[in-house]
């Protein structure tokens, strides 16, 4: 069997683009990782999705959305979303604005779809809130340590 190819051959067993028909290099024996593909800022994107409670902030409405966090569970850990450290940020501002970042134990988590939306619904409903916006994000992951004192001693963890 014969390995040599002509440039017919070659332009017939290498990939192309099906865009532009162009050639796409060889990879074999490549063992160069790429660079990770990231999207250039966009100013615009980054005012449209801007969190809210950017202006002075109101701790005692802020006092009242953490009150409320600290009502919802995680139905697989009997502890409470904001003592899992699951939410990572809350920012209530005198306009009655509010932003809460949050994230989920893990991406499988079976509330994924549902948790973020509770966490919104039910921080709108706080006396003195206006808007309301919940964030949720993978970075950090969570991690157990995130767990504060009081959640550990609720699940009997080491402190």
Wanted: charged letters at 15%; a negative charge.
């Amino acid at each position: 069997m014969s390995t040599e190819h002509n440039a017919d051959q070659q332009h017939a067993d290498t990939p192309s683009n099906a865009a532009s028909g162009e050639p796409v290099p060889s990879t074999a024996g490549n063992t160069h990782t790429p660079p990770p593909f990231e999207l250039p800022a966009v100013p615009a994107l980054k005012a449209a999705i801007a969190p809210l409670a950017n202006g002075p902030l109101d701790p005692q409405l802020q006092e009242r959305v953490v009150m409320t966090l600290q009502t919802i569970f995680d139905p697989e850990i009997p502890v409470n979303i904001y003592e899992l450290g699951m939410i990572y940020e809350v920012r209530a501002d005198t306009a009655g604005e509010v932003y809460v970042r949050m994230t989920l134990t893990s991406p499988a988590c079976p509330v994924a779809g549902t948790l973020p939306g509770e966490v919104e619904q039910k921080t709108a409903g706080v006396h003195g809130v206006t808007k309301a916006k919940v964030e949720l994000v993978w970075d950090p992951q969570w991690a157990m340590s995130m767990i504060s004192e009081a959640g550990k001693l609720q699940l009997n963890l080491p402190g």
